[in-house]
Structures are given as C-alpha cells and as structure tokens.
C-alpha cells in the first residue's frame, strides 16, 4: 500500500506542477507515466484485496485491465480540469466556471458509469461478495486520488 501511497502523492504534486507551469510534450508524457504507474501499483493492491484464486485471477484480468484503460483515459481528463481550474483561478470568468463545472461533472459521472459498467462485466467473472469488494477497493483508491487532487485547488 506504501507504493501506491506514494505514486498517489506523487500524482498530485506533479498535477500542482503541472497546473502552474506550461503544457509542454514532456510534462503530458510525464503525465502519462506517472498515471500509468499510479495504475499498475492500483492492479497490485486490487489484486492482493481481494484475495482471488488461481482462476478468478485468470477470469478477473482481462476485465480488471480494460477497466484500468477506460480509468486512465478518465484520471487524464481529471487532471485536465484541475489544470484548466488552476489556469483561470486568478481571472475566472462565468464562461470559463460553467465549463468547467460541466467538465467536472461530466467526469464524475463517467467514472461511476464505468465503474458500474465494469461491476456488471466483474460478476460473470468472480462472485457477488468479490465484486463488491472490488468496487469498495476501488471507492477508497478514487477517494485518495480525490484527496490529493483536491489539495491542490485553494480554498481562498
């Protein structure tokens, strides 16, 4: 839990580096690398949770790896609201707050949406107690995820 710990604070320093410096290719790389290690150390601690057979194992993958796709595609779109937030923070205007509400939004709900979606597809793979399980392991990653993003946004 040490490394994901980690990788989850690293993710939410980079974002406040990231929202206060300019785009460039290598900071989006980074980016990219640095959620895609946030998510294989997630694969790691799902994976030791749930404590699955052999077979579930098998059964459980290829399901756990598409989820962790559409995931990822979901935290980068996440980042990019926190960015585009802290880009407007100092001049916001209504046009630039309802967008990004609308964005914010639209996130969130996506991320339950697969959630759910994957939660159906996890019960023809593993029993009713091991998919709740599932999705009560990945609430309380996505909440720490949450709770370094949101350490990021000023209160003032």
Do not use: C, H
């Not at 939410?12 to 990231?18: K, Q, R, S, T, V």
């Not at 962790?68 to 209504?94: C, H, P, W």
């Not at 996130?107 to 159906?120: G, I, S």
């Amino acid at each position: 839990m040490n490394k994901i710990m980690i990788a989850l604070a690293a993710l939410a320093a980079f974002g406040a580096a990231e929202a206060t410096l300019a785009q460039s290719t290598t900071l989006r790389d980074d980016t990219e690398m640095l959620i895609s290690q946030v998510q294989t150390d997630k694969r790691a601690v799902v994976l030791r949770a749930l404590e699955l057979t052999d077979a579930q194992v098998n059964a459980f993958a290829p399901v756990y790896d598409d989820y962790q796709k559409e995931n990822k595609a979901l935290m980068q779109r996440g980042v990019d609201v926190i960015n585009k937030f802290a880009a407007n923070y100092g001049s916001m205007t209504d046009d630039a707050a309802k967008d990004i509400l609308k964005d914010f939004f639209k996130v969130r709900e996506e991320r339950y949406a697969v959630l759910k979606k994957y939660a159906k597809k996890m019960e023809k793979a593993l029993p009713p107690s091991k998919v709740l399980r599932w999705v009560q392991v990945e609430n309380k990653l996505n909440a720490l995820l949450d709770f370094e993003a949101a350490k990021i946004v000023p209160l003032t």
